[in-house]
């Protein structure tokens, strides 16, 4: 089945749900070596999503995804507002005038998220970002998408990679975001981009499974 | 969490409001948009200057919008970079015709931010050049990280450019005045407390009564590292070293020296930080032409403080003396 | 006790030589008799205006040192009232020969010490008359009891009769306005945590996570009752009222109003109460022609705030507005 | 036995040492009730007059008891500093030139320097301040000089009833002094100067009984 217009605006309400409920805890992380406001960011930047999904039933998924893009970057603020809003401009860029989406659909529209990230973050994998659960995620992503999976089943597994991918982080010393400046005193400490990521793509999981 | 607040949530949002009563000889506030501008901008013909960072840093950046220092602030959340949105709003306010300078503390979400308003302001015809502030030397400088922090040499180069864009000077000047007072300042601070975000709630680190934090940021970040608290004259002199030879200030030259507090520290205990100061500089033949002493850039309600040195030249001095009309920053008017 | 201080006894020595260093333009420390005392002192034919009290509240006194406001301040131990040797010494250094003001908070100690000052100027044929502050309405006035506390208003007061000064008007004229500002005054603060005296070494109350003290002076005591933690709505109010209510304000009256941190409140929270405070006098019409907002008369590291009204007149307003240029005020100069 | 101008002289040293001793629990006393600096107020005046001690060997009763009077107004500052430097300017000039003291001397000294309290400080026995010990520990003295006891007695006498004094300031509501600003809520702690009067007092008769 693939995943439709609906399945994404259920996404975006269960992402917003989840961040809100996990708003505290990603504070918390961001507490240990960050400036403990990433819970409050996601939260303020899902919940001005929320509010704007009624207005959007009509719009194709792309749209909708470039609506969700620019409502966090100018909602969000920090260095998650402009990574996770170009994030899901690049997605809504890739899945422009789609109502539905296939597998390699998902691929794409990840793909191009992951390039946005890394252009307007200037990191790769192993620097203790969100990128350290977006990146494996992606990976498994397309290894399910050759084993031709359908979609659900490719998040399902994209969603267990990045959560091993963001207990990968506890062990890393930041290089890039705020925790670069704590240098090896970042080690033992999980991020907190890679978590609110994970959170994210689970959200996206559970949806499609239910 | 004690705070004099309302809601977590309405923190900024009150704090501007209660600003704009308090400074409205001097200042507009867009509660809306959520910037601060100077009552007489656009100024035909003269650079726009504007800063912006996360609230809870006080007076920076709104307390230094006025005559002679910025035309414009935007404040994001507590500790949150503010969003393109204001940052664009705030250029279009201040656009005189002779393009506009950002100041960006060197923080990712701060570039990033400013990235994104500086490419669309590029896109509406206004001319922006973005300056990036990074003095912070508890923190090494690398190509491959995110670099060094923006923190007190921000203040002071918003002042001395401030007082260059004043005299007409155009966008490539003002611009490479930033650039220069960047390079010629240096800083490093540390935490006797910590701070507590309101939207957290409790305090974002917890430090032993007999520690402190060393190499702190202005944002609650736990420092480079922790250490047994010292004597004033101690702390001044760890902090004070690494400024001096990352600058390779030699004797005889001359200096405007900051001695910030962190917000949660009586001026009676900077005072005795700024002697220490004085007296360090002097063993080493350096003097210091110029100073402050006190809540410059601060990290909410921390205990602790932060030095900043810049070498001075004569033109330096002269823009630092220019007058200045701000909130938080007056002199010469 | 975590403090940016070297031995607890060099506490204030050591500031004050910092103070020293870092003003001096402005004003020159007798470090030896403990005062600080304007540049230009003792100056022909203008009125000396002293103040004085113990350390631990800066910027006051000696942060009002300058021209247009103090011509010398006497700072004591923290929290304890100088001694007569060093207001005998602040007042002959400024005697230009129109006599000498001072202005006393009322406190047992500080009204004693300026008295034994003020008998001894006299032997020595200096004229002075001693102005007594007592603002504060948290305190019950009354003929059997050591009276109100002299708070807020004191600032206040430096600054307007030190612009009249500034004039070359009499020492009655002088002292007359000194009496009117502090009758049309009035205060009231609370706490949202204790302070540390250096000497003591630990906090001078505990109060709850859930706790604040309404009513309390200047000096870490604890206030006039414990209340359960507020909203800033609700503290502006209670500070408010009796404010209001003891000046007998009516609507149509314009005030000059102060929203002051005690030390380790940060300016965030304090343009939130002024927010607050602006709304609360705008109900009853009363409105603020003037104002302050910051750190201004302090006890130490003591987190909560003051509130401070003085009923204006144009005469009031002219002499706020005059020029001043101290260390911790300074404007149209 | 007359009180001897050596007496005088390690009454002072004594009342330094105890005062330094007591300087931490002077000024807990303080912080209930006041601004916690009585202990340091009386340690910095004490420790004043001890270091001018020796070069005034040979001066009488009178002019040594002046010196510590100008000391202590010198040093002290606060409200403890006027008033016991007060009531030691006026004991000195209540026994100028003598060279030891009597009973009818000691009674006169003290007098003396309670009514310089008073005139300084403008307050009555009840209103919880130093008074309170000082005013009971003169109406025992005068007893004890009626009974015609020496004045190592008068002074044991003394001691004790600033004492009671002392302890009976718990009780009281202040009306003057730093205390007063508490209203009802000053009541249930000691106050700090009957405290440190007690502790000059009761180092007087240590001195004396030795
Ligand atoms: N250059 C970067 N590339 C990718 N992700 C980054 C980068 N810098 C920071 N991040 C992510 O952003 C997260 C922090 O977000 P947030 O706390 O909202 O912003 P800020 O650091 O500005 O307070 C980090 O945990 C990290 O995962
Ligand atoms: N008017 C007064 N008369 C007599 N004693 C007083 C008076 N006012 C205060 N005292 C005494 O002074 C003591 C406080 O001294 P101290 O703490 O050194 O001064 P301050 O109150 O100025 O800090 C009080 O405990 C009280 O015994
Ligand atoms: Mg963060
Ligand atoms: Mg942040
Ligand atoms: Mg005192
Ligand atoms: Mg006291």
Redesign the pocket.
Known sequence: MPVTHEDILRWLQRSTQVLHENSAYLTQL?SAI??A??GS?MDRGFTAVSAKLASLSNADIGALLKTVGTTLVSTVG???GP?YGTAFLRAGMASAGKQSLETPDVIALFDAALEG?KTR???QAGEK???DALIPAIEAGKQAASDQLPPAQVLQRMAVAAETGMKSTIDMVAT????SYLGERSAGHQ????TSCWLILQAFSDILAA | MKKLINQTEDVVKEALAGMALAHADLINVDLEQQFIVRKDAPIKNKVGVISGGGSGHEPMHGGYVGYGMLDAACPGAV???PVPDQMLAATKAVDGGAGVLHIVKN???DVMNFEMAAELAAAEGIEVVSVVTNDDVAVQDSLYTAGRRGVGVTVLLEKIVGGLAETGAPLAQVAEMARQVNNQGRSMGMALTSCTVPAAGKPTFELGEDEMEIGIGIHGEPGRRRAKLASAADITETLTTPIVEDLGLKAGEQVLAMVNGMGGTPLLELYIVFNELERILKGRSISIARSLVGNYITSLEMAGCSITLVRLNDELIKYWDAPVHTPALRWGR
């Open positions: 961001d960050g400036d406001d990433h960011n920090g260095a998650s990574l990230v973050g200037k990191a970002t969100m990128l890039k975001g705020r925790a991020d907190p981009g890679a | 500790f949150t970079s923080y990712t979400g």
